[in-house]
């Protein structure tokens, strides 16, 4: 078994969730995204950021405006709407109850 492809199953499971925290900090440029997840491990292609972008605006949870760029074509940013924050609110106590699972499991499995 291939341990890179179950590391990568597992962050693309997280993905959104991480994806929704880093624009509810603030509105986000995809090269921004992008950074902010390759410089936390959560290293991913543009490729695999569009869709999930894309679902996510199409959910209700994320909106977008255009903004002028002055190095170059307009930029897309996107911003988290009221519902995106209570789903936000929703995948936090999900991942708390999940991380203290896991750590509970393996506290016994190290005993």
């Not at 291939?2 to 597992?10: K, L």
């Not at 972008?53 to 255009?66: A, C, D, M, Q």
């Not at 991380?99 to 509970?104: H, I, R, Y």
Request: proline share 4%.
């Amino acid at each position: 078994m291939n341990i890179e492809n179950t590391q990568a199953q597992m962050r693309k499971g997280i993905l959104e969730y991480c994806i929704l925290l880093i624009i509810a900090q603030q509105d986000a440029y995809v090269p921004d995204i992008i950074s902010k997840l390759k410089a936390s491990k959560m290293i991913v292609v543009e490729g695999t950021i569009y869709p999930l972008l894309t679902r996510l605006k199409n959910t209700g949870l994320l909106s977008y405006r255009w903004e002028e760029s002055q190095q170059g074509p307009p930029r897309k940013y996107y911003s988290i709407t009221e519902q995106g924050r209570g789903f936000l609110k929703e995948l936090e106590n999900s991942w708390e109850e999940l991380t203290s699972a896991v750590n509970s499991i393996k506290e016994n499995h190290n005993n």
